[in-house]
């Protein structure tokens, strides 16, 4: 009898041993203040008493009965996490960063909402954040309030939150027909995902804290708050919400539950953060060679190809493959099963240098390939420092400004944060004063301005003369309301924007302009941004996909050898 043919493709299963099989599958925590809006149904309200903090729950039990135990929690990486697919070592596909966050903070419980108690810091960060806790419920303390109004005065960035914070609550109490006592609902703006309720302190904490913790500094008052509510109400969970690590620190030492505000981070492990660039496997052409169509328009080779590694790819993703053919592309086109795949301009080559300057590796070749492509409306590169980011972008700009005319001047800004201590006001007019934090436009242009040395010394000082009349540096605080036309937006030092900075200096894009953020998440110096909720993090992941826009992660750094040797062990 012949033996059946074997399968095309090996499998992947995943065997459960009988004792596994039987084993049931405990739930996990509750959601943390990190639950999204669609994380799952909304639960229908129940009947509220009419107290000052009124517990809401999904079912009460019936007099008599003991009150529902709090389900087991499977711990990272038990037996019960890998059947659920939590490692990533057996999941069938690779989730996006975003989705992979989704799924772990889905609320999956059916116990009492929880009620979350903001700081002032997580309100003034993110003006939003009474309306992204989903189904759950927010209490705000009354020394919050006071913190709020402290710090409303002002053109900050700060302020300006603060101020919204204000007026979103005063048309939460307008909006709300019910007592303030039983708690405003949050759907009332037309926030339909929030379908919790806002809660006011309106009676003073008896809690008591230990005598270290004087109760005359608002962080202690908020602390005795939280504990007020955990006495109260100790079938709910009450959980701190702050950005302040030592508030934080100080909850978990009370016993008290405090979390940090996730709902604006777009990823939750940097090493999940989107490259731009992917290595093709050693199989690639047996495995989608079969079938492919190949054909030349404008210079470029063109390939469609149809097989399984199609749907991890991401539209103007960079792919390159280093074996017996060898290959350096970008993906065009995405249709299901099937992608079009371009062939690069090769920029490490003399012939195709831009303003004297050449590509010293493959990605600085695929970062010149989207500064030149003018179909590409939106760059961002990031990097560790002497990667190049700003050069490259400096280059591609003068090129296409003073040989090509497609964009009329180059405008750079950049956040005005310190490394160390302020140094104070800068006298001058907005460039003058924007000068001191322009030294790397400083000195790339003085690298870019030595490329040719047949032009001597006169020739260098009118080309010097020409590119700073074509560069003009301004600051992010007069941005609101402008709008640009066919220019050269650079973003240097972008990873210190929150989210609604890079999205208002992005908005100021007019027809036929061109917008780049450079940065280097790494050195992030704004207090409360981290690497998942920076503003450059925040549009790599937001664009990523987007016909019009690329993204390239730089990882060779090409200073000196000695600043890459201090980059690796210092």
């Not at 339909?192 to 230990?210: E, H, I, K, V, Y």
């Not at 080779?301 to 290959?327: A, C, H, K, M, W």
């Not at 066919?486 to 890079?502: G, H, R, S, V, Y």
């Not at 503003?535 to 790599?540: F, T």
Request: hydrophobic share 40%.
């Amino acid at each position: 009898m012949p033996l059946p043919k074997a399968p095309a493709k090996p499998a992947t299963l995943v065997t459960l041993t009988p004792e596994l099989e039987a084993r049931p599958t405990p739930p996990v925590r509750p959601a943390k203040a990190t639950v999204r809006p669609d994380a799952g149904a909304p639960r229908a309200p129940s009947a509220r008493p009419a107290l000052l903090m009124a517990p809401r729950t999904a079912s009460a039990a019936p007099v008599g009965e003991p009150a529902r135990a709090r389900p087991p929690v499977a711990e990272k990486g038990s037996i019960a996490s890998v059947v659920r697919g939590e490692t990533a070592a057996v999941l069938p596909r690779k989730r996006s960063s975003a989705e992979t966050t989704r799924k772990a903070r889905s609320r999956r419980n059916e116990g009492p909402a929880t009620l979350f108690v903001l700081d002032t810091n997580v309100l003034m960060h993110d003006p939003s954040s009474l309306f992204r806790f989903a189904e759950h419920d927010i209490h705000l303390p009354m020394i919050t309030l006071e913190e709020l109004d402290g710090h409303k005065r002002g053109m900050s960035e700060v302020s300006r939150n603060a101020r919204q914070v204000s007026r979103s609550l005063d048309a939460l109490i307008a909006a709300a027909p019910d007592r303030l006592e039983d708690g405003l609902a949050l759907s009332a703006l037309g926030n339909r995902d929030a379908s919790g309720r806002l809660f006011f302190q309106t009676q003073a904490s008896a809690a008591m804290l230990p005598a270290s913790l004087p109760m005359g500094k608002a962080d202690n008052q908020i602390l005795g708050v939280v504990r007020a509510l955990s006495d109260q109400h100790p079938e709910r969970d009450v959980v701190l919400v702050s950005k302040d690590i030592n508030m934080r620190i100080k909850a978990r030492a009370l016993g008290l539950r405090a979390e940090d505000y996730f709902n604006d981070q777009v990823l939750s492990d940097s090493d999940l953060f989107y490259t731009g660039v992917l290595e093709l496997p050693a199989d690639f052409w047996d495995r989608h060679a079969k079938g492919m169509e190949s054909w030349q328009q404008g210079g470029y080779t063109f390939y469609r190809i149809t097989g399984p590694l199609i749907t991890s790819l991401v539209l103007n993703q960079f792919v390159y493959f280093d074996g017996e053919l060898p290959l350096s592309g970008v993906v065009r086109e995405i249709n299901g099963r099937t992608a079009v795949l371009q062939t690069v301009r090769d920029y490490a080559h003399v012939k195709n240098a831009v303003w004297g300057i050449t590509a010293r590796n493959r990605e600085q070749n695929f970062a010149l390939n989207l500064l030149m492509n003018p179909e590409i409306d939106f760059v961002t590169l990031l990097g560790q420092a002497g990667t190049g980011k700003t050069l490259l972008a400096l280059a591609a700009g003068l090129v296409q400004i003073l040989e090509t005319k497609r964009y009329s001047e180059i405008i750079m800004t950049r956040a005005t944060v310190p490394v160390g201590d302020d140094i104070g006001y800068l006298p001058g007019t907005e460039e003058e004063k924007m000068q001191p934090w322009m030294g790397a436009l400083e000195d790339n242009l003085e690298v870019l301005n030595k490329t040719d040395p047949s032009s001597g010394e006169w020739g260098r000082a009118a080309t010097n003369d020409l590119i700073r009349n074509r560069v003009k540096v301004k600051a992010l605080s007069f941005m609101r309301g402008r709008t640009f036309i066919n220019k050269f937006l650079i973003i240097d030092e972008a990873q210190n924007l929150t989210p609604k900075q890079m999205k208002t200096l992005i908005t100021r894009a007019g027809p036929g302009t061109k917008v780049l953020c450079l940065g280097n998440i790494a050195q992030i110096d704004t207090p409360y941004l981290t690497e998942g909720s920076s503003g450059l993090s925040y549009v790599v992941e937001r664009f990523k996909g987007w016909a019009h826009a690329g993204h390239v992660t730089l990882q060779r750094g090409e200073r000196s050898r000695l600043a890459d040797f201090a980059g690796d062990v210092l």
